[in-house]
């Protein structure tokens, strides 16, 4: 049997789910698993699969997310490796070359085991019903087409190292050509890559929130937010001013040497020839300082005016870097307007990209600060009501531990609900829609419990409209033995513990586990089928602890006597039999009256032997044993045997 290690957890093999049949006899539907709560992950296999809602997984996508950002800001930083000198040339940073290219290197390090852990990683089902977490899919070749047919190539696509491949590779072997071309297809492909990885931050982001329930409830954190966009925003667009400030110094160089073509060559602008002969003797006769500075009107440089008359594309990599950051925020906070562009297309186009950014985030910045603000109002009492708890549970100085199981229920709540009451939406439905919202929400999961799957379809819609969704955290006490039962709950996912210690004689323990599609809280089902109506509710028989995360369907006693009162089907025979086999009170029972019957007859019989030795020791004398040769050897033997006994004794 193969074996899947999920989480530490132990995972039955696929191939036979087909074949496995649950508690009621009934094969398992699929590949489909329930979350890592199931007794299914109790068999293992040896490759590891993750949990997409697991410790390790969410830790990873917090990491990935920092890698993402870091990548974000190094990329555009490959537009300042050219540097423009005075003597009229071209020449790249060779330690910016390399500082970049080793970052750059172990940023995309992190896309590759993005990929391999998103081939490892189960997803929730499509078909799984809407309340709680879903069921996982967990087969690797399913996870494996579904990946390969989804974000695969995008992944693939965004870990490729392209400006790696292209400063240390491409663009040397085409230096003889045009220096435009090569820094043309860094620009768009750097751009590319770039675009593609900012639009797979947004599910990343997306996935992180809706793991750990953290939202941006508050004004300030959306300011913050937006500022960071700003801030991106202004890095990269400093950065393309940069390398189009240097393209446009380039085509004026070129402008000048098309002037002089029988002195000028192309390869005259690469730094590397400056120390050719006819270089040097093209670049003293030649005017092109003067033609292609600032203070000359021969070329028009437009918006790009500024690196000319500042010296930006000479200057150290830190000094251009912080003026093109200002330069950046400045244009795209004002929306363009302080930009007096030339007649040249492409910066037109840059111009009026700046302002739609500038429009755009301007835009992005009012409505999300109004999304706020409503969102602020609307959860404002839930805000305040997690306040308030804080602040109680710090006055009445709870113990730590306390204050952790407290948080962890509430986080786990959002995960399990994203923050919905979900019977406060049903409130305001018709009852035709409410029962039919309820059916969607709840027929799948009860019927996975065998006491409901026996019933007609009448009874399960009566059921599935008084069905409350219960949640609990690992540790929580559900019931405690002798405390009045106020509700059964029917498990959807999740194990606890269930014992008692009423046997009926000291010492006596009895546990066992209760996992998906079973219940607890069953002395009220007992209770409710009592003709004799009885206000007083009976007491458990067991305590019941949860052991992981529990997703549950609550019946309370009220709407559980409602539907015993009403539908009589409840008490068949069958029905009763089904409920008695799966209750873990009858279980017990069982076993003890079972044991009991056994120690009775144990005793019976040893003392129906006592008593046999004692008549035959008695009607047949020693003395008769040893002179009569008329007994038989059978009697014989037994009298002996009785008297070495009795002799013991």
Not at 148 to 164: E, G, M, R, S, T
Not at 318 to 341: E, R
Not at 487 to 514: D, Q
Request: charged letters at 20%.
């Amino acid at each position: 049997m193969r074996i899947y290690t999920i989480n530490g957890k132990r995972t039955p093999d696929l191939r036979l789910m087909g074949t496995m049949k649950d508690s009621t006899g009934k094969p398992f539907g699929g590949r489909v698993l329930s979350r890592v709560f199931s007794e299914d992950y109790d068999m293992v296999e040896k490759i590891v699969v993750l949990d997409p809602r697991g410790t390790f997984v969410d830790r990873w996508n917090k990491i990935f997310l920092l890698a993402c950002l870091i990548s974000l800001f190094v990329d555009p930083l490959f537009f300042y490796l050219p540097v423009a000198y005075e003597e009229a040339c071209i020449d790249v940073s060779v330690s910016l070359e390399v500082t970049l290219t080793v970052i750059r290197s172990l940023v995309d390090a992190f896309y590759i085991v993005q990929i391999v852990v998103r081939f490892r990683t189960a997803y929730v089902a499509q078909s799984s019903p809407v309340f709680g977490r879903g069921d996982l899919v967990i087969d690797p070749s399913k996870i494996a087409s579904r990946y390969l047919h989804k974000d695969f190539w995008l992944h693939l696509i965004a870990a490729v190292p392209l400006p790696q491949v292209l400063i240390w590779a491409a663009i040397p072997s085409i230096r003889d050509l045009e220096m435009t071309v090569s820094s043309v297809v860094l620009r768009f492909l750097i751009i590319f890559q770039y675009l593609l990885r900012l639009y797979l931050i947004f599910p990343l982001s997306y996935q992180i929130v809706m793991a750990n329930g953290i939202v941006m409830e508050t004004a300030w954190v959306g300011a913050a937010y937006n500022l960071m966009l700003y801030m991106l925003a202004s890095h990269v667009l400093g950065s393309c001013w940069y390398i189009l400030s240097l393209q446009r110094q380039h085509e004026c160089w070129e402008k000048v040497c098309s002037l002089q073509q029988q002195d000028c060559k192309e390869w005259f602008f690469y730094c590397r020839a400056v120390n050719e002969t006819s270089r040097n003797a093209w670049f003293k006769n030649s005017n092109i300082s003067i033609l292609c500075g600032a203070s000359n009107d021969f070329f028009q440089f437009g918006i790009y005016f500024d690196a000319l008359t500042v010296g930006v594309t000479a200057t150290s990599f830190l000094n251009k870097y912080y003026y093109c950051l200002w330069w950046g925020l400045k244009n795209l906070s004002s929306l363009g307007k302080n930009l007096f562009t030339s007649t040249h297309i492409g910066e037109i186009n840059f111009a009026v990209i700046i302002a739609i950014l500038g429009l755009v985030f301007f835009a992005l910045l009012i409505g999300n600060m109004q999304m706020y603000l409503q969102s602020t109002k609307v959860r404002l009492e839930e805000w305040s009501r997690r306040t308030d708890a804080e602040e109680w549970m710090r006055y009445r100085q709870l113990p730590h531990s306390l204050k952790q199981r407290v948080r962890r229920y509430e986080q786990y709540k959002w995960v399990a609900t994203r923050g919905v009451d979900g019977e406060a939406v049903l409130k305001g439905l018709p009852m035709d829609l409410r029962r039919a919202f309820k059916r969607h929400l709840c027929l799948d999961l009860v019927r996975q419990v065998p006491l409901f799957d026996q019933m007609d379809e009448r009874m399960l819609d009566a059921i599935c409209e008084r069905l409350k969704p219960y949640l609990c955290t690992p540790g929580t006490c559900l019931v405690r033995e002798c405390d009045p039962v106020i509700e059964m709950l029917f498990i959807v996912r999740g194990r606890l513990n269930s014992y008692t210690t009423n046997g009926g004689r000291t010492g006596f323990f009895n546990s066992c586990c209760i996992g998906a599609g079973e219940f607890c809280g069953e002395e009220l089902l007992t209770w409710a089928l009592d003709p004799r109506p009885n206000v007083v509710l009976p007491s458990s028989t067991r305590t019941v602890e949860a052991i992981t995360e529990v997703e549950a369907f609550a019946l309370i006693s009220e709407d559980l006597k409602f539907v015993a009162a009403q539908f009589r089907r409840l008490h068949s025979k069958q029905i009763r039999h089904t409920f008695r086999f799966y209750s873990h009170q009858w279980r017990t029972w069982a076993a003890c009256f079972i044991q009991a019957a056994w120690f009775r007859y144990k005793r019976n019989k040893e003392a129906a032997e006592l008593e046999k030795r004692e008549i035959l020791k008695t009607s047949v004398p020693k003395s008769a044993v040893e002179e009569s040769t008329s007994l038989p050897p059978t009697l014989l033997r037994v009298y002996h045997i009785c008297s070495k006994t009795s002799g013991k004794h």
